[in-house]
């Protein structure tokens, strides 16, 4: 089967599962971010194992979850977890719920993520206002999919302005602290090296991590509006004075999950 009518199987599938014609947008929750989904009312979960062509990821603190329902009075769908490239799946597959999303007709995104600071703080939520992806490859190659967008798709506003503008105004009156910035992919799983973090902070990077761009490419090629939030759960290698883990990421997503929850909802409400 092409990988074009996986898509369309899939999406056949969920459409007999859930009127996905009511729903007003896609969130994707990243590392130890999976909490949000308790905020959901009115449920209906899948997990993604029983749905056809979706791959399953292996990472803790993701809980491998399609959840669709209600929040802030909008019907919003959650992925609750995501595959990266760094477990061995292609691009394609990485990206392959994203163009289920498209498909299904939903047109607007929000993509969170653990990151690594390499400026502010730990415990910071950060707007990406842009992002770095000259390392990776492109989860586009391969043969254009037209139905979704053109071969060369323009990428000079990934990441949707109105929705950044609208983020901020809704911390500043939650008091919730937010920052904008560059987010830079690289594939890991190994962490980053102090050089490479040289290098890149140099080159104005402020956060680091190992998801998102994939999705927020292929997203923009699809014309989909996209919001991204990176959670920085640690400082980036060399910048702090400990060794990176996992066990920190999870951890700092814990302390700001209240912040990060009410923050999303009032995002919700007003997007
Ligand atoms: N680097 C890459 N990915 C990450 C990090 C990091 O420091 N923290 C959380 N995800």
Same mark, same amino acid.
């Given at each position: 089967?092409?990988?074009?009518? +996986? ?9 007999? +599962?859930?009127?996905?014609? =009511?729903?007003?947008l ?45 929040v802030a009075?909008k019907?919003i ?31 607007? =995104?929000? =993509? ?65 602290? =937010? ?45 989909? +509006? ?38 999303l909802k009032?995002i919700i409400k007003?997007?």
């Amino acid at each position: 089967m092409t990988y074009f009518n +996986k898509i369309i199987e899939t999406r056949d599938w969920l459409s007999l +599962k859930y009127n996905f014609e =009511l729903i007003d947008l896609a969130l994707v929750l990243g590392s130890g971010l999976g909490a949000f989904a308790d905020l959901i009312e009115n449920k209906v979960e899948i997990n993604f194992d029983e749905i056809p062509n979706f791959k399953v990821g292996k990472v803790l603190g993701h809980n491998n979850k399609m959840i669709m329902g209600e929040v802030a009075g909008k019907r919003i769908v959650v992925m609750q977890g995501r595959v990266h490239y760094y477990e061995g799946n292609t691009m394609r597959e990485v990206t392959f719920p994203i163009r289920v999303l498209s498909s299904l007709g939903i047109e607007k =995104l929000i =993509l969170t993520n653990a990151a690594g600071g390499l400026t502010g703080k730990a415990g910071q939520l950060m707007l990406i206002e842009d992002h770095l992806d000259l390392f990776c490859p492109n989860p586009l190659m391969g043969e254009n999919l037209e139905e979704f967008g053109d071969r060369f798709p323009d990428m000079t506003e990934i990441y949707n302005r109105v929705f950044i503008e609208k983020a901020i105004e809704i911390g500043r009156l939650a008091d919730i602290q =937010l920052t904008k910035g560059t987010y830079c992919y690289l594939t890991g799983p190994s962490y980053e090296t102090p050089f490479d973090i040289k290098v890149l902070k140099a080159l104005g990077v402020n956060a680091v991590g190992m998801s998102t761009v994939p999705e927020a490419i292929v997203a923009k090629h699809a014309k989909m +509006k996209v919001l991204g939030i990176s959670c920085i759960t640690n400082l980036a290698a060399g910048i702090g004075d400990k060794p990176l883990s996992h066990t920190e990421v999870v951890e700092t997503t814990s302390r700001v999950s209240d912040d990060f929850i009410s923050l999303l909802k009032g995002i919700i409400k007003e997007i």
